[in-house]
């Protein structure tokens, strides 16, 4: 098992930044993706960006890229979203999520599904106010 927490959310104006972290514990060398996903109210969960933690690669949602990057700090098994220039269609519950998935060294899978990933942190929200 796998347990995420997320942290970091809050309230921002338009323009402004948020970092989430994602603490994972547990059987962590059980997985080798770690994701972050959001939902808006009325909407279906979806992939912002995702991180590797064998070869490091990652992989963003257009919608996202060039203003949310993912990282992580491997000493402290946490994973990153750094976000800027947050709109206000920024605002949803962020999630982590961990999943194993059986992908050639070194490859990444180019889209980010939830039905992928098995464990799931509760969330955190964001609010981004015009």
């Known amino acids: 098992q796998v347990q995420l927490v997320e942290s970091g959310g809050g309230s921002v104006q338009t323009g402004g930044s948020l970092t989430l972290a994602c603490a994972a514990s547990g059987a962590t060398g059980s997985i080798n993706v770690i994701a972050w996903f959001r939902q808006a109210p009325g909407n279906e969960r979806e992939g912002i960006a995702s991180?590797?933690?064998?070869?490091?690669?990652?992989v963003y949602a257009e919608f996202v890229r060039g203003r949310f990057t993912i990282s992580r700090d491997n000493a402290e098994n946490i994973i990153y979203l750094q976000m800027s220039e947050l709109k206000p269609e920024d605002t949803a519950m962020y999630y982590c999520?961990?999943?194993?998935?059986?992908?050639?060294?070194?490859?990444?899978?180019?889209?980010?599904?939830?039905?992928?990933?098995?464990?799931w942190g509760q969330g955190t929200q964001v609010t981004v106010s015009s």
């Open positions: 999520a961990a999943a194993r998935l059986f992908l050639r060294p070194g490859a990444v899978r180019s889209t980010i599904s939830p039905t992928d990933f098995i464990y």
């Open positions: 991180l590797y933690t064998g070869g490091g690669g990652t």
